[in-house]
C-alpha cells in the first residue's frame, strides 16, 4: 500500500490559485509604480536663472526672473564690498567678489508664495539656507541674510548661527544696504 501523506501530495495549482497569485502580483507591482509616479511627481522643478548658473523655483507663482538675478547679483557684490571695508589697513579682505561668486554659483534659489511662513520647528522665518538651498519669501527680503549663511557655510566652512559676528565682518552692513536696494527696486517696478 502507497501511503501519501498530505504534505508528500504533488504540488498542483487550480485556476483560482493562478487568478489570486496574478492579482496580488498586479497589485504589488502597481503599488510600485504608484510610489515611484507620486516621488518622481513631487520633485522641485529648477529653472536655470537666466545669466547665472543659479537655479531657481517658484512655489505655487512664477517670481520675477530678472530681479531674482539681479538679487543674486548684489548680493555678491554687497557681501564682498562690506567684507572689504571692515577689513584691517593691510589685511586681506575676507571675501572677495570672485570667492563670494563662486560659493553662490551653484545655488537653488526656492521663492516661497509667502513673505513670511512656520518652519518645521514652528518658528515664523522669512529665509531658509540649507546647503545650496536658498528658501526666502516672496519679497526676497531674506535674500541676502541666506546667501550671507551660504558664503559662511561655503568660504569660512563654519556658519555664525547666532549672527554674532555679522556687524564686525560688515553682514549686517551688507544686508542693510540690500534692503534700500531691493526697495529701490521694487518701487521702481
Not at 529648477?46 to 517670481?63: D, I, M, R, V
Not at 546647503?131 to 561655503?154: P, T
Not at 563654519?158 to 534692503?179: C, L
Request: with cysteine.
Amino acid at each position: 500500500m502507497n501511503d501519501v501523506g498530505y504534505f508528500n501530495m504533488p504540488n498542483k495549482m487550480y485556476p483560482g490559485t493562478w487568478v489570486i497569485l496574478g492579482l496580488v502580483l498586479l497589485g504589488i507591482i502597481g503599488g510600485i509604480a504608484f510610489i515611484f509616479v507620486r516621488f518622481f511627481k513631487a520633485q522641485v522643478k529648477w529653472k536655470k536663472l537666466p545669466g547665472t548658473s543659479a537655479q531657481y523655483f517658484g512655489k505655487n507663482h512664477e517670481p520675477n526672473v530678472v530681479l531674482l538675478a539681479e538679487c543674486l547679483k548684489k548680493a555678491a557684490e554687497l557681501l564682498a564690498k562690506h567684507s572689504q571695508l571692515v577689513t584691517p589697513p593691510g589685511g586681506l579682505i575676507k571675501w572677495p567678489l570672485s570667492t563670494v561668486t563662486k560659493a553662490l554659483s551653484n545655488a537653488r534659489i526656492y521663492v516661497m508664495d509667502e513673505d513670511k511662513w512656520v518652519d518645521e520647528w514652528g518658528r515664523k522665518v522669512a529665509g531658509i539656507q540649507a546647503g545650496r538651498n536658498l528658501i526666502v519669501g516672496r519679497n526676497l527680503a531674506a535674500f541676502l541674510h541666506e546667501a550671507a549663511h551660504r558664503c559662511e557655510e561655503v568660504i569660512d566652512r563654519e556658519r555664525d548661527m547666532e549672527h554674532s559676528s555679522w556687524v564686525a565682518d560688515g553682514i549686517r552692513a551688507a544686508d542693510d544696504e540690500f534692503a534700500t536696494w531691493l526697495a529701490s527696486q521694487k518701487s521702481g517696478n
